[in-house]
Nanobody
Framework: QVQLVESGGGLVQAGGSLRLSCAAS????????MGWYRQAPGKQRELVAD???????NYADSVKGRFTISRDIAKNTVSLQMNSLQPEDTGIYYCNADLYGIPWWGQGTQVTVSS
């Protein structure tokens, strides 16, 4: 079982920055892929960014150049640095871990970007 605890959400004006963190209850080196998803009101949950065990990263086109995903293996955390935030980035952001093909989810953290 994997527990994921997110932190760092909040309210920010357009053009601002936020940093989300996800703390895992297991060593993240054992996790195939960790990532961040978001769900806007009335929309499906979508991938924002993820990072593999080997450190390869992947980003949604809409956030490339603005968001950066990173890992701290010693602290078992994955972070998402979000810059140049726009109102369309508003949503609940969820941390995800793929451990042996089984997905685990955090409780989510709200990000609201005002125009």
């Amino acid at each position: 079982q994997v527990q994921l605890v997110e932190s760092g959400g909040g309210l920010v004006q357009a053009g601002g920055s936020l940093r989300l963190s996800c703390a895992a209850s297991v060593s993240i080196v054992s996790i195939n892929t960790m990532g961040w998803y978001r769900q806007a009101p009335g929309k499906q949950r979508e991938l924002v960014a993820d990072v593999t065990r080997r450190g390869s990263t992947n980003y949604a086109d809409s956030v490339k150049g603005r968001f950066t995903i990173s890992r701290d293996i010693a602290k078992n955390t994955v972070s998402l640095q979000m810059n140049s935030l726009q109102p369309e980035d508003t949503g609940i952001y969820y941390c995800n871990a793929d451990l042996y093909g089984i997905p685990w989810w955090g409780q989510g953290t709200q990000v609201t970007v005002s125009s």
